[in-house]
């Protein structure tokens, strides 16, 4: 009869941190956690933002009275447009503070640079030798002269 032992995969837990660790940095798990808990810290900001900067405008600016309590009958059915209407406020205006907090810390990077092919006129790495569009032959790259 078969031992539970047989059936216990032996892990040599040196081997197993090293996996580990190579899984965390080649899937880039490490960096999704990081998205994690910096949207999380970034919620309360935009969540702030948007409750005491940005709401206090937008409550003067409506009519008066609870805009969202709005509905509408037809038959049987009782749809809360109010609600729904302020719904689709309430993300345009987190969306639009998302946007602008973003635009102002992130900065993108430089597109890479490029050359024109001469057969096509595609846009083609600097340094190939081939264009990957029409398959012509590019004229080879000259060396910088060296200062005399």
């Avoid at 040599?12 to 960096?31: G, I, Q, W």
């Avoid at 037809?74 to 635009?103: C, E, P, Q, S, Y």
Wanted: proline content about 9%; aromatic content about 10%.
């Amino acid at each position: 009869m078969a031992d539970v032992k047989d059936f216990v995969p032996k892990v040599d837990p040196k081997k197993y941190a090293l996996e580990f660790r190579e899984f965390l940095l080649k899937s880039n798990m490490f960096s999704l956690a990081m998205g994690v808990v910096i949207g999380a810290a970034i919620k309360d900001v935009v969540s702030s933002i948007v409750g005491d900067l940005v709401m206090p405008v937008v409550g003067v600016l409506t009519p008066a009275g609870n805009w969202r309590a709005i509905t509408f009958s037809l038959w049987r059915f009782n749809w809360t447009i109010g609600h729904f209407a302020g719904a689709v406020v309430d993300f345009m205006i987190i969306a639009t503070v998302v946007f602008l907090v973003t635009k102002a810390f992130v900065k993108q990077a430089p597109p890479p640079a490029t050359k024109n092919c001469p057969a096509c006129k595609e846009p083609i790495n600097p340094d190939a030798t081939k264009c990957k569009y029409c398959c012509s032959e590019q004229p080879p790259v000259e060396a910088p002269k060296p200062a005399a």
